[in-house]
């Protein structure tokens, strides 16, 4: 048994202008079962200062790693991953808002669709103008899967997603390591080719893209072309085959070898690392296209 129903975890950095957002909107959550999981990635900024002064006040439990090293975000979502103490686990932005009965939401239909084979539920997200991002989906409420929704489809927006936090350690760690480090989307993949999800169209999470009120739209400490690339070598092998848009795996492709020229790779160091006769021979037709794109896009 877990101790919490929920963890919330919030990897911070530099989020002094924009931790409080995240912090009121626990405090009005509905649903009180839960640990928020913060961590300040070594922030120069007041981060630190501004967590300790809202966990004075607070009524729910904080569990604060405060790191002195930076560790990036991925080593943060591992970290977090490792020592959760709730059974489900919402990855929350440090300069978002969520709506005051967003776990409230979860908790219900977690209860409602009680199932070994589902592992997650995605719910809508708005920009700080009340805009949809994305679109929404098919149906109101529905089981589905992640490859589905997303690239079926194309509705590969920001959204709002919990996972069980059990399901989420069969894919742990996320790889980090330079030179094999894999973005977060690798871990989603993953999950969502074993696990079927919970899609509802309700707007859960505002999602803040304004230079000036949100540090999503300025960091680039995620900005990895070889994490990026290695990731698409993972789309090549083998995440492309769960859907059948042929027109998105084909993008997919050329985004492997795109990122691979933007790592310093010539095609003769990236096509060793795809597995496929087939896929190797799409991605020498690409080569051309994305030598062409990553100078124009320069």
Sequence with gaps: ???????????????????????????????????????????????????????????????????????????????????????????YGHDDEISKDALETFDSLFTKYNSPNIGSIYALAKDQTGKLVGKKYPKDEFISNYWVQFFDLGNEAEKFQCWKTD??????????????????????GKFGMKYQSIFINKVLRTYYTNVETSITATSNRESNPNMTFNYHVTWVNEFQYHIKNKKRRYRGVGACVSHGILSGKSIWQILP?????????????????AIYYNKRNK
């Design 1 to 91: 048994m877990k101790k919490y129903r929920f963890t919330v975890v919030t990897p911070c950095y530099n989020s002094e202008k924009f931790i409080k957002r995240v912090f009121d909107s626990l405090k009005k959550q509905t649903f009180k079962n839960f640990e928020w999981y913060v961590i300040n990635d070594a922030s120069t900024d007041k981060t630190s200062h501004e967590i300790k002064k809202f966990s004075e006040t607070v009524d729910f439990p904080v569990i604060f790693h405060d790191l002195e090293k930076n560790q990036g975000l991925y080593n943060n979502i591992n970290q977090a991953i490792s020592d959760a103490n709730g059974e489900f686990f919402i990855l």
């Design 167 to 188: 399901y989420l350690r069969e894919f742990y760690p996320l790889p980090t390591k330079k030179p094999n480090g894999q973005s977060s989307s690798w871990l989603w």
């Design 273 to 289: 690392k795809i597995e496929k006769n087939s896929n190797k021979l799409i991605c020498l037709l690409f080569y051309p296209i």
